[in-house]
């Protein structure tokens, strides 16, 4: 996905540099975007080592990888060309799975595995899109963005030993990158580059050994999407 970034990053310089602005039709929009996601989430949980004195001990891990996504966004585009728009994926998907490994001291000396996992569902991005018109048809962009997204953390203890839940939080991430469009009739097309960066998670568990958990999350996508415009 580099490759494809530095690709779109370098025309968007270029051609800003080599037209002058003209203007493009304006109205509501509404279109579908298909994006590939990098992803990196960083966790810490703060558990118990199960002794007496109730010693802590930090585990922390950083997970990245990549997946597809599909959204559905609406617009309305300014006669200059900029757009303010929102944008809504519906469903959920697990981020930063990891594994570890530790030994409860009880009545009885208990190992035991634990997976842990980040689930976000429903994410809403509201974004605006300054826009440089190169010609009627084609324009390039910068965009900017806040993105909210509700963030569960999953542990599931294959043997039992431990036992934490975590509720749900809504988080608010902030979007920038840059990307550009072109108009055939109605119907346009958008590539783009953005970068979103959530605010922390953080939060002790309610139930069973009251592990206190935060978690980091930060994408890179490089998307592509059509859309009509009324």
């Known amino acids: ?22 203007y493009s039709f304006e109205g509501f929009s509404v279109g579908a975007v298909y994006s590939q996601m990098d992803f990196s989430t960083k966790g810490n949980e703060v558990t118990s080592t199960g002794t007496l004195t109730e010693a802590l001990e930090a585990n922390t891990t950083t ?4 997946g597809d996504l599909g959204s559905v966004f609406a617009e309305y585009t300014f006669a200059q060309g900029s757009t303010i728009g929102v944008e809504m994926i519906q469903g959920s998907a697990t981020l930063g799975k990891a594994t570890r490994t530790g030994t409860s001291i009880g009545d009885v000396l ?9 689930e976000i569902s429903d994410p809403t991005t509201f974004y605006v ?4 018109m190169l010609n009627e048809k084609f324009g390039v962009y910068v965009k900017g963005g806040a993105t909210t997204v509700s963030v569960t953390p999953k542990e599931v203890d294959a043997n039992s030993a431990t036992s934490s839940t975590y509720k749900a939080q809504d988080l608010w991430g902030i979007m920038t990158g840059v990307g550009a469009k072109y108009y055939i009739g109605n119907f346009f097309a958008k590539a783009e580059y953005v970068e979103t960066e959530f605010a922390t998670y953080n939060h002790q ?18 998307r592509f999407a059509v859309g009509y415009n009324f």
């Open 63 to 66: 997970k990245t990888g990549s």
């Open 205 to 222: 568990s309610t139930t069973g050994n009251k592990h206190i958990i935060t978690a980091d999350i930060d994408t890179e996508e490089t």
């Open 1 to 22: 996905m580099n490759k494809l970034k530095n690709i779109l990053v370098g025309v968007i310089a270029i051609t800003m540099t080599s037209f002058s602005s003209a």
């Open 129 to 132: 899109e300054p826009t440089f």
């Open 110 to 118: 208990t190992s035991y595995t634990v997976t842990a996992s980040a």
